[in-house]
Each structure stands twice: as C-alpha cells, then as structure tokens.
C-alpha cells in the first residue's frame, strides 16, 4: 500500500536528513519501494524546509506526494503550510513546543526539541526524536530498520546520542 | 533553463549526501528552484546509490529526471545502469580510479577517491571532490553557493576538510 509522509519544519532542524533517513531505512532495511524527495522553492530562504518520502510494497510510478497519510511537524510555519488540510485518517506527529495549532487529523504531541534540549544536551537531534516518533505512533517501517538507517547515516562518534535519542522518541509515544 | 543531473555510486560514498547539499547549494544560495530526488528499490541493497537533482529558473512542474545533462558518477555500477545512453551534448564528471568506461559525451576524468585518500587522508570526502569538479567543469551554480551548501551541512568539526576537498575539485578540472 502507498504511504506518503510529509516532514515540515525550519532550516537547520535537519528535516531534510531526517527524510533521507526516513526513506533510506524503510529502502535498505524494511525492504520498501522507497522515492524520497525534496522540493526547493525561493520559499525555502524564508527558513521554511520540508521533505516527503512516499513507500509502497511495488514501484512507485508516481513520484509527486498527493495526499500526505502521515505528517512530521516542527515548526508552525511548517504547520500552516502543510498541516491545514489534512485528510481524517491520516496521522500527524508535531513537536508540541514549536506547533501551536492542532490538526482536524489524529495527532501525537511530542516535545521533541524541548526534550532534545533538556534531557539529551542537543536540540539538533529532535529530529531523531521525531523519527522515533513517527515510527512508534504509526509502525509504517520497524523500529529496527529506523535504527539501522540512523546508524548508517549519522556522523562517527554520535551514535550513542542518535541512538537515545531514537528511544526518547518511541518511549514519548508509549507514554501518550 | 531546466537542467538535470543524475548521481550515481555505491552505497557508503555519500551519493545521496553529495545530491541533498548540491541541491541545497542551488536553492538556498544560487537563487534556484530545485527538485531533488532519490528513488531506492530493492537493487539499492545490491550496494547501487543513486540521486537527482533539477535545477530550473522557474518552478519545476515534472519533477521526474526525463534525460539528464549532467552526470556525476562514482562507479563502473552506477555508469552501466545510467551512463550508457548519455545525449551528445550531455557532460559526464567521472572518478576516473572506480569507472572504467567512457560515455559517448564530453567527460572530465577525476581521480576523486584516490586523491581524497592520498592527499585529504580521508577517502569519504571524495564525493565533495566530485562536487567541486561537477561546479568547475559546468558552471551550473557559482562556486560560492557551492561552498555555502558544503558548510551548512557538513558535521561540525569537518569543514575545514570538506572546504580543502572541495578546492581540490576546483583544481583537478583547471588541470584537465
């Protein structure tokens, strides 16, 4: 079945790496068709980054996201720009720190940059946190390819951080 | 002018890593619209990396790479499977030390894994090589939104490396 997953946030939350994350562990590791893209616009100079990584089970011949089922959210500006017209049934994962506004679809609050922050000593791995996120509210790709794809893309010597963060992230979801 | 560049390599050498900061480089600091993509099937577990970047000066409204102009590639794989049946008036940067063909179109040949081995000491930055190589050989975005897209994403600690691999694709295409 294909999956669409739209990530939305401000430059420098690593967004897009945690798409080319996202969309390497479900390819390498979960076995998935995977097209993993991002579109630049001068928009993007305002600050505003997204990402989008669409998954099917046989090759995807369309490569254009058309109707998100799941939505990572770091920023209200990703939010407002993303996040308004959501279908029912699709699933959205916010940092509940940096979105104010809430979805008409289901949502996960996690506070992802504030627990990045506070209890791991480095914001920059919200977005891994999110990752954790998204995999333990949805189960579109097991935990253990996530774990993989992190292991395989972040920088030697952070593992460890990535990888708690990657747990801080599922732990938030089961305490929902 | 739209213009399409495919990457291709095996896994582990930073392909898609070198089309995400390309494609940052060109939207966030050459003024560009941008679509940057990879599709992962299950061959890509066979070790194969690939990824795409279009440039264009007006929105990009099919985002699919249709018949590239540009190729940077990175292994006698990723030649076979996307170097074959380049257009005439296509340019093709190759690391000369992993590809043995050559492409019926203009080529520069770039020893980039052996001189990021030898003289960087670190062979992982030979795709920033061919990334100063792909600018020097095309002009495709300034040499400065190149190394404003290298800084804003390489890991803390590394620039000074990817900068001195980047200068070094500058300089093995002054040389050809």
Redesign the interface.
């Known amino acids: 079945m294909r999956t669409e997953i739209r990530f939305a946030g401000f ?1 420098g939350q690593g967004i ?2 945690s798409a ?1 994350i996202f ?2 562990a ?3 590791y979960d ?12 928009e ?2 305002g600050g505003a980054a997204t990402g989008a990584v669409i998954i099917d089970e046989v ?2 011949l369309y ?2 996201v058309v109707d998100p089922d799941i939505y990572v959210i770091m920023s209200q500006d990703g939010f407002d720009k993303y996040g308004t017209k959501t279908k029912p049934d699709a699933i959205m994962v916010l940092d509940s720190g940096l979105v104010h506004d809430r979805p008409n679809c289901t949502y996960y609050e996690v506070p992802a940059s504030r627990v990045a922050k506070e209890d791991l000593g480095r914001v920059i791995v919200a977005n891994i946190i999110m990752l954790g996120a998204l995999v333990a509210a949805t189960g579109v790709i097991g935990r253990e390819a996530l774990k993989e794809g992190i292991l395989t893309s972040v ?1 030697k010597g ?1 593992e460890e951080l990535n990888m708690k963060a990657m747990i801080q992230g599922f732990e938030l979801i089961q305490k929902i």
Do not use: D, F, M, S
């Open positions: 430059g897009i790496t080319v969309g390497k479900a390819a390498l076995n998935k068709y995977v097209v993993q893209t991002q579109v630049y616009g001068p993007a100079r090759e995807i490569p254009k920088p952070t």
